[in-house]
């Protein structure tokens, strides 16, 4: 059989208006931020050397600023959320609709966009970064010698005293609680749409809540867990690798019932056409089959391309092979939970509000 040759890249689109000569990206800071700097936006830097190109680290508040007009928001030219939360502002009109197979770069085999990233284009203005996931580290010094083979050892505070690091919204929390608290796999999301789930959720939190520390930045669990502040947290498998591989700290991932979900790029709607333009012509760059696939050298995340994650990925700096470190290696998928984007993004903002309310009891 004749090997496959992979087809050039297309160049991008002309833009059928000048472009923008500034371009403000929303993303959420650290290891995340760099991979993204360092896989794309560094390049294309090169190639558009009179642009000013700028980051602005909130993601974590991109829907609330969005939805009330933010003065620092109408700056905004792309920002990166993850996909229940760029399914809401799809659903408010706040984020534009795009058109995936003219707007973005085909696979390296010639395949259209849409089929080349296929299920992760969870909505029409959602652009699939990466593949990432929500797990746990735990310091491997406070463990003893029984380290934390379950999701549900979080809630065991007789093998495993001290504090727990959980982030300050209610999805993986109130999931992971059902699922300890009893709750079948394949029944999470029917227990969690009642009042009574939501509660039976928030009791099961209640039984380790006064040894928590809430965190709002993805960079606050790898700070806790390095200066042993907390015996375990949840946090994005990305920065745990960073904290693990490239800063050697006594710390050791849980991939049991890690909760798989996408993130990626939406465009705010209300751009003028320049600046429209020069999105546009960055998103085809960004996102190609070779940048999604040189981001996997920086962070442990899978490539939402098809044809990116095809191609052999190896530590930009330690060199190793990146595949058993992804949250979609073969290993660490097996007992893995999947995101429910639908779900969160009609229930959200009734559940934060309950959970914000238990929060504050």
């Known amino acids: 059989m004749a090997p ?20 403000t990206l929303v993303s959420w800071g650290g290891t ?6 360092n896989a794309y936006l560094d390049p294309y830097l090169r190639d558009n050397r009179a642009l000013n190109a700028k980051w602005d680290e909130k ?26 939360d760029a ?11 795009i058109d ?6 085909p696979g390296s085999d010639g395949s259209p966009a849409t089929r080349d990233f296929g299920r992760f284009i969870i909505s029409a203005c959602f652009v699939p970064q990466i593949a990432y996931s929500m797990t746990f580290g735990y310091r491997t010094d406070k463990v003893g010698g029984r380290p934390p083979r379950s999701v549900c050892d979080v809630f065991d505070l007789n093998r495993y005293p001290g504090k727990r690091a959980l982030e300050k919204r209610p999805d993986y929390n109130m999931v992971w609680a059902l699922l300890c608290d009893g709750v079948p796999e394949a ?9 009574q789930g939501q509660e039976r959720a928030l009791a099961k939190l209640d039984t380790i809540k006064r040894h928590v520390v809430w965190w709002q930045s993805g960079a606050e669990t790898p700070q806790l867990l390095a200066d042993g502040e907390v015996v375990m947290g949840s946090g994005y498998n990305g920065r745990l690798f960073s904290l693990i591989n490239e800063h050697g700290a006594p710390v050791d991932m849980l991939w049991d019932r890690q909760v798989l979900d996408l993130d990626g790029w939406i465009v705010p709607t209300g751009l003028s056409a320049k600046r429209k333009a020069r999105v546009m012509d960055f998103l085809y760059f960004a996102t190609d089959t070779q940048r999604l696939s040189d981001q996997a050298k920086y962070i442990a995340y899978g490539p939402a391309r098809r044809s990116s994650a095809a191609l052999p990925v190896r530590h930009a700096s330690l060199g190793f092979d990146m595949t058993p ?13 999947v995101y429910n984007h639908a779900f969160w993004a009609r229930h959200r903002d009734t559940i934060e509000a309950r959970f914000a309310t238990w929060l504050a009891r």
């Open 32 to 37: 995340y931020q760099r991979s993204q700097a």
């Open 187 to 195: 029944q999470l999301y029917d227990v969690l749409l009642t009042r």
């Open 59 to 84: 993601s974590y508040e991109a829907v609330s600023r969005l939805r009330n007009k933010n003065a620092a928001a109408r700056l905004w030219d792309l920002v990166d959320v993850v996909a229940a």
């Open 87 to 97: 399914i809401r502002l799809c659903d408010e009109g706040l984020a534009e609709k």
């Open 100 to 105: 995936h197979d003219r707007v973005l770069a």
């Open 325 to 337: 470190h992804l949250p979609t290696g073969p290993e660490n998928v097996q007992n893995a939970l």
């Open 4 to 23: 496959v040759v992979p087809v050039p890249p297309k160049p991008a689109p002309r833009a059928a208006v000048e472009m923008a000569n500034t371009l």
